[in-house]
């Protein structure tokens, strides 16, 4: 198998999460306009459908015992991640790939955490607090709304970060050569 082909489940979770965050972000940047109203709802249940995507990407992270190459945090892995930063300062870049622990894989985790993370607070938002989406209720609801909303805000700017980031290094990897867009979006 291509060092760089990923598996059939793998790329539908790519596709979902590219177009369902991607929605999102977009989207989030019309929500604060009242003049915007029907993009706060698809916001909402756009976001609910990332929710679901996200879920289920853990449970595939999960079922292919795929942490230690998202999240290589132990001693071996910092050093895999600090040799690929060291190769960026002298012109190489990183492998990556399925199984490949390093930087990339590092990289993913990252995003996988902070797509979680903005997931996890819009749920909160839409289903725990009282009044739901907007928090309708006391002004106890409300300061938790805003509380809640402005920490699924911070983490949005991770996750621009994230994909430009993200987008920018498989730009760079295709043009140097390395097979990522077929990889990852073809059969």
């Known amino acids: 198998m291509d060092e760089t082909r990923w598996d059939l489940m793998t790329r539908i979770l790519h596709w979902g999460l590219a177009l369902t965050i991607s929605a999102q972000l977009i989207s989030g940047l019309l929500v604060p306009d009242?003049?915007?109203?029907a993009f706060f709802y698809f916001h909402e249940w756009d976001g609910l459908a990332a929710s679901t995507v996200i879920f289920v990407v853990w449970l595939w992270i999960y079922s292919i015992q795929d942490f230690g190459?998202?999240?290589?945090?132990?001693?071996?892995?910092?050093?895999?991640?600090?040799?690929?930063?060291?190769?960026?300062?002298?012109?190489?870049?990183?492998?990556?790939?399925?199984?490949?622990?390093g930087l990339a894989s590092f990289w993913h985790g990252l995003g996988i955490l902070a797509v979680t993370g903005m997931a996890i607070t819009g749920v909160w938002i839409f289903f725990v607090i009282p009044g739901g989406h907007g928090a309708s209720g006391s002004s106890t609801d409300f300061h938790e709304y805003m509380q809640v909303s402005w920490l699924h805000?911070?983490?949005?700017?991770?996750?621009?970060?994230?994909?430009?980031?993200?987008?920018?290094?498989?730009?760079?990897?295709?043009?140097?050569?390395?097979?990522i867009f077929r990889g990852i979006f073809y059969r």
Not at 69 to 95: C, E, H, K, Y
């Open 34 to 37: 009242p003049q915007t109203r």
């Open 69 to 101: 190459t998202l999240f290589p945090w132990n001693r071996a892995g910092m050093q895999a991640v600090g040799a690929d930063i060291r190769g960026l300062f002298r012109g190489m870049l990183p492998s990556g790939g399925p199984n490949h622990i």
């Open 153 to 179: 805000k911070m983490i949005s700017y991770f996750v621009w970060a994230y994909l430009i980031g993200h987008i920018s290094f498989a730009i760079l990897h295709q043009k140097k050569g390395a097979p």
